[in-house]
């Protein structure tokens, strides 16, 4: 089954930065297109960022545009995603998905995972 284990979730100030990664397994990482989705708290999942199965292609949603970049590291069937310039309203448990309309509409099932908590506060 799919698997997917987030981390690299921390408590970080204001305009700070973080990584967080996705370690893949349970199905072929490599020709998987694959998203980062977040869930602040009290909210619905909340799309972030894609990228093709090569990495080819990237997309984000406009509250990553110019801060958050998505990469992934197909030998080692790991995705990531590089957070900069941190909001509060960043603030949120990130999980990793393979890329699907689903996900595009932040609709959860169980192979996302545990996700990892992102906390953005001075």
């Known amino acids: 089954e799919v698997q997917l284990v987030e981390s690299g979730g921390d408590l970080v100030q204001p305009g700070g930065s973080l990584r967080l990664s996705c370690a893949a397994s349970?199905?072929?990482?490599?020709?998987?297109?694959m998203s980062w989705v977040r869930q602040a708290p009290g909210k619905g999942p909340e799309w972030v960022s894609a990228?093709?199965?090569?990495?080819?292609?990237?997309t984000y949603a406009d509250l990553a545009k110019g801060r958050f970049t998505i990469s992934r590291d197909n030998a080692k069937n790991t995705l990531y995603l590089q957070m900069t310039f941190l909001r509060p309203e960043d603030t949120a448990v990130y999980y990793c998905?393979?890329?699907?309309?689903?996900?595009?509409?932040?609709?959860?099932?169980?192979?996302w995972g545990q996700g990892t908590q992102v906390t953005v506060s001075s």
């Open positions: 349970g199905f072929t990482f490599s020709t998987a297109a």
């Open positions: 998905a393979k890329d699907s309309p689903k996900v595009r509409q932040g609709v959860k099932d169980d192979s």
């Open positions: 990228i093709s199965s090569g990495g080819e292609w990237k």
